[in-house]
């Protein structure tokens, strides 16, 4: 089993193709088979040795973050890629406490990423954009803090590709995504797709990783401070986000307000 690339021919035209199998030259379709056969951490040695510096890692320090950090630390790359925490500046504080822990443990190095908006600057031009449950100012909020952030990041850091921990049974869209796609003009690898919510547990509980403080308290998912909350009887994971209106910050779609 090779962990390099598959390229295309010169006849196929990446990004143009009518049955989305090519991309910057790699073949989508055989890689997406070559990735769904190996191990999640195998997924991250590909790409690493697929687009070497090009190649980040996005973390939130949320409840399941430690399990990606985890096998960054373990597999001791060579100039191992770079990881990226996006600081929203509403994060709750167990998130940074938790941040704070996991980075000591596991030797990480991260780079901090934020809007150049303050958080008190943007609300004092648009309002506390999350209080009136609107979508459009969800919208806006999710640009001016994550979005927007992370591809100014990516753009200076030259990203190619990058990896997330996103996995298929978290909503709805996450089901339809594959181990490699195109996002917003780059590749999007998801090592971890196929884990459910147990392999998550025992994955953690078998390399003593701590649990984010928040977990103990009913949550299954954290982001911001005012958009997460413990799960209930009628809403668990991502449905507890965003007052229920919607499951997905933006920085996984393939397009964005402008």
Same mark, same amino acid.
């Given at each position: 089993?090779?962990?390099?690339?598959?390229?295309?021919?010169?006849?196929?035209?990446?990004?143009?193709?009518?049955?989305?199998?090519?991309?910057?030259?790699?073949?989508?379709?055989?890689?997406?088979? @070559?990735?769904?056969?190996?191990?999640?951490?195998?997924?991250?040695?590909?790409?690493?040795?697929?687009?070497? *510096?090009?190649?980040?890692?996005?973390?939130? !320090?949320?409840?399941?973050?430690?399990?990606?950090?985890?096998?960054?630390?373990?597999?001791?790359?060579?100039?191992?890629?770079?990881?990226?925490?996006?600081?929203?500046?509403?994060? +709750?504080?167990?998130?940074?406490?938790?941040?704070?822990?996991?980075?000591?443990?596991?030797?990480?190095?991260?780079?901090?990423? @934020?809007?150049?908006?303050? +958080?008190?600057?943007?609300?004092?031009?648009?309002?506390?954009?999350?209080?009136?449950?609107?979508?459009?100012?969800?919208?806006?909020?999710?640009?001016?803090?994550?979005?927007?952030?992370?591809?100014?990041?990516?753009?200076?850091?030259?990203?190619?590709?990058?990896? *997330?921990?996103?996995?298929?049974?978290?909503?709805?869209?996450?089901? *339809?995504?594959?181990?490699?796609?195109?996002?917003?003009?780059? !590749? *999007?690898?998801? +090592?971890?797709?196929?884990?459910?919510?147990?392999?998550? !547990?025992?994955?953690?509980?078998?390399?003593?990783?701590?649990?984010?403080?928040?977990?103990?308290?009913?949550?299954?998912?954290?982001?911001?401070?005012?958009?997460?909350?413990?799960?209930? +009887?009628?809403?668990?994971?991502?449905?507890?986000?965003?007052?229920?209106?919607?499951?997905?910050?933006?920085?996984?779609?393939?397009?964005?307000?402008?």
């Amino acid at each position: 089993m090779t962990n390099q690339p598959i390229k295309t021919s010169n006849a196929e035209q990446p990004e143009t193709d009518s049955g989305n199998n090519t991309f910057q030259g790699f073949s989508l379709k055989n890689s997406r088979e @070559q990735l769904e056969n190996i191990t999640a951490e195998e997924r991250i040695q590909w790409a690493h040795n697929a687009f070497g *510096s090009q190649f980040v890692l996005t973390t939130s !320090f949320g409840i399941q973050s430690a399990v990606l950090l985890n096998m960054i630390h373990l597999l001791q790359l060579d100039k191992p890629p770079k990881i990226i925490w996006i600081d929203t500046g509403y994060l +709750p504080p167990e998130t940074y406490i938790y941040a704070n822990e996991l980075t000591r443990k596991l030797q990480l190095t991260i780079e901090v990423i @934020q809007s150049d908006l303050s +958080p008190a600057r943007m609300e004092a031009l648009y309002g506390r954009l999350w209080e009136n449950k609107e979508m459009e100012d969800l919208e806006k909020y999710h640009l001016i803090r994550k979005v927007k952030p992370l591809e100014k990041a990516f753009d200076k850091l030259n990203v190619t590709c990058w990896a *997330s921990g996103v996995r298929g049974g978290q909503t709805k869209l996450r089901s *339809s995504m594959t181990f490699l796609d195109k996002t917003r003009g780059r !590749f *999007s690898l998801r +090592p971890l797709l196929n884990w459910t919510n147990k392999d998550v !547990f025992y994955y953690m509980k078998e390399h003593a990783l701590p649990q984010h403080p928040l977990f103990e308290k009913g949550y299954s998912t954290v982001g911001d401070w005012h958009s997460s909350g413990p799960d209930t +009887p009628d809403q668990e994971g991502r449905n507890t986000r965003f007052g229920g209106l919607k499951e997905e910050c933006g920085i996984h779609l393939p397009e964005t307000n402008k």
